[in-house]
Nanobody, 119 residues
Framework: QVQVVESGGGLVQPGGSLRLSCAAS????????LGWYRQDPGRQRELVAE???????EYADYVKGRFTISRDNTNNMVDLQMNSLKPEDTGVYYC?????????????WGQGTQVTVSS
């Protein structure tokens, strides 16, 4: 069973940057697709970005060109570099680890980390 632990997040001014990190542990963690999701109050958790074990990435349209996801397969880490942050990027961000072809809902979730973009 894979487990994930997030770090990073916090308060940043509009236009600023933050970096979220997530460590995945467990058997075959390096084979999992790792991703970041965001959940706003009253809404479902939605994909921000994900990356599979060979480095293929997928991004939500509203973060393309601003956010970059990367992974370190040696240490089973995934990072989300967030640049040019906007107030609407505010939310709770969750790390997810899932087996390929499996729904994120069936994967492992972190506890969530708050990102607040405000002046």
């Amino acid at each position: 069973q894979v487990q994930v632990v997030e770090s990073g997040g916090g308060l940043v001014q509009p236009g600023g940057s933050l970096r979220l990190s997530c460590a995945a542990s467990g058997l075959f963690a390096s084979m999992y697709t790792l991703g970041w999701y965001r959940q706003d109050p009253g809404r479902q958790r939605e994909l921000v970005a994900e990356i599979n074990r060979v480095g293929d990435t997928e991004y939500a349209d509203y973060v393309k060109g601003r956010f970059t996801i990367s992974r370190d397969n040696t240490n089973n880490m995934v990072d989300l570099q967030m640049n040019s942050l906007k107030p609407e990027d505010t939310g709770v961000y969750y790390c997810n680890a899932r087996r390929p072809l499996v729904s994120p809902a069936s994967g492992a979730w972190g506890q969530g980390t708050q990102v607040t973009v405000s002046s």
